[in-house]
């Protein structure tokens, strides 16, 4: 779908100008420099290339499970954040009634995502791991624990950095933050723990916040992880963030979400003269709502968000004076060798030399510097459904 050049827009129902977000650049009463990158959520892959409807300055997120089926995909003109679909994939319920689990091996979703990436022609600015979501109606369609999910994600890390080092993997911070954000930093412990430098990462996904109900959390939540990671080089990234999100956004150097979707199916008719019943798929509508959120993000100085950490931590450090310790967490040698096992014949011996060189060489893979990804944009072409 492509719109409309311009002197040839439709007639426009109920607007008698066009909104500031049909030019082809960043809104005017946007501050000059945007606090942080937003990735507009879309489901239709054609937005990414050469005929998107969108203007060329809006980067987008695409998952990787609403592409799942597609034969071939645009080349990409934009920048472009991968998302895995967990979310997608592990809210459905199952027919038969068994557990939700990830349908993909990494190796498959690794292949996956080369596939994807050789369509695109460039590599995403970063690539979400296969992460848990740890919402309690995630945890009852999966049976496992919060834990459990935190585990399965930090391993998950592990094992795509062992598969596939020179790609951008986002390593994805999860808990439930309903209760506050102490989840979130176990996990953040855990990567620690694990021998994951997250300074390193192209993004860190902040995981389970899209359905968080009270921005009040979502607050909390990014002045602990702000606290948490003062003085470090991590570049924190909202995963599907709501538009009130806004407040936290000197904390954030990136977000994504689709909220514009959702808010344009209960918008009624298309207003933008495209015809359509409702402003859920309109381009239009999405750009207006995109430029409206990084506006009202650009007007919350550091100053402010300061001020907010620093209330935030004092009733903190408050309330976890008598916090029950974190639980004990695997070593870096104990997640290198369940990592390990995973991708190497098991001949029972953990001792033998073979496993000890993997060991450290995944070692160094982990604490070694990222090559450059361009190299992964010329392989051989071939479709990881067939
Ligand atoms: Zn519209």
């Known amino acids: 779908m492509t719109l409309p050049a311009a002197g040839e827009q439709p007639p426009l129902r109920g607007v008698t100008t066009l909104p500031p977000a049909l030019s082809r650049e960043p809104a005017a009463d946007r501050p000059a420099r945007s606090p942080l990158t937003f990735y ?45 679909g967990g979310f997608s994939v592990l809210s459905k319920k199952r027919a038969d009634g068994s557990p939700a689990r990830w349908d993909l091996t990494p190796q498959q979703f690794v292949k996956r995502v080369r596939w994807i990436i050789r369509q695109l022609g460039r590599m995403p ?45 986002m390593f994805v911070l999860q808990g439930n933050a309903e209760d506050g954000p102490d989840d979130h930093l176990r996990c953040a412990d855990m990567y620690e723990q694990a021998g994951i430098d997250l300074a390193k990462a192209p993004m860190v996904g902040v995981g389970s916040v899209c359905r968080l109900q009270a921005t009040d959390q979502i607050i909390t939540l990014f002045a602990a992880l702000d606290e948490r990671f003062a003085g470090q080089d991590v570049r924190l990234h909202g995963l599907g963030m709501k538009k009130l999100a806004y407040v936290v956004a000197p904390a954030a150097h990136s977000w994504d979400s689709q909220g514009w979707s959702l808010r344009g199916r209960n918008a009624g008719p298309c207003q933008h003269g495209l015809g359509h019943v409702h402003e859920g798929n309109c381009p239009y509508f999405a750009v207006e709502w995109y430029d409206q959120v990084l506006t009202a993000a650009a007007r919350v100085t550091p100053e402010q968000w300061r001020r907010t950490v620093r209330a935030r931590t004092v009733r903190r450090n408050q309330q976890t004076l008598f916090a029950p310790p974190a639980p004990h967490m695997p070593t870096l040698g104990q997640s290198l060798a369940r990592a390990a096992r995973v991708f190497l014949p098991d001949n029972g011996d953990p001792e033998q030399t073979e496993l000890a060189a993997a060991l450290d060489a995944f070692r160094a893979q982990v604490t070694a510097p990222q090559p450059s990804s361009a190299s992964q944009l010329h392989r051989p072409e071939g479709n990881p459904h067939e």
């Open 40 to 84: 507009l959520g879309i489901s239709e892959p054609s937005w990414v290339g050469e005929d998107s409807p969108l203007p060329d300055h809006i980067p987008v997120c695409l998952s990787c499970y609403r592409i799942r089926d597609r034969k071939s995909l645009p080349r990409a003109t934009r920048p472009v954040l991968l998302d895995s």
């Open 125 to 169: 600015d970063a690539i979400a791991i296969m992460d848990w979501m740890c919402e309690q109606f995630m945890l009852a369609r999966t049976g496992l624990t919060v834990e459990e999910h935190r585990r399965r994600t930090v391993i998950s890390a592990l094992e795509l950095m062992w598969i596939a080092p020179d790609l951008p993997w």
